[in-house]
Nanobody, 123 residues
Framework: QVTLVESGGGLVQAGGSLRLSCAAS??????MGWFRQAPGKEREFVAA????????HYADFVKGRFTISRDNAKNTMYLQMNSLNTEDTAVYYC??????????????????WGQGTQVTVSS
């Protein structure tokens, strides 16, 4: 059974930091990524990483602030979020795919999803 479990969300003041984790089990994933969905908005791509960790993609709005990484020995992916602002408030979802070419940025390319973790940034 494939499961993705996010953790690390919470309430933080603007300018603060959070580190999200996504623990995977059931199989080894080639590409993994983070998406987010704010109230009343569509789910949007945040960042993605290849199996090796050497290839990463970021949405423009997080470049320089967020860092995606993974530890394959622990089958866990991370998202270090710095300089958070109120627009980062959303439910953050972990996504993963076992067989994919490159590092996708579209949600349709990922077959496995976590339940999400809430990130709230206060002003």
């Amino acid at each position: 059974q494939v499961t993705l479990v996010e953790s690390g969300g919470g309430l933080v003041q603007a300018g603060g930091s959070l580190r999200l984790s996504c623990a995977a089990s059931g199989r080894t994933f080639s590409a993994m990524g983070w998406f987010r969905q704010a109230p009343g908005k569509e789910r949007e791509f945040v960042a993605a990483v290849s199996w090796s960790g050497r290839i990463t993609h970021y949405a423009d709005f997080v470049k320089g602030r967020f860092t995606i990484s993974r530890d394959n020995a622990k089958n866990t992916m991370y998202l270090q979020m710095n300089s958070l602002n109120t627009e980062d408030t959303a439910v953050y979802y972990c996504a993963a795919e076992t067989s994919v070419v490159g590092v996708p940025v579209r949600s349709a390319a990922f077959g496995s999803w976590g339940q999400g973790t809430q990130v709230t940034v206060s002003s």
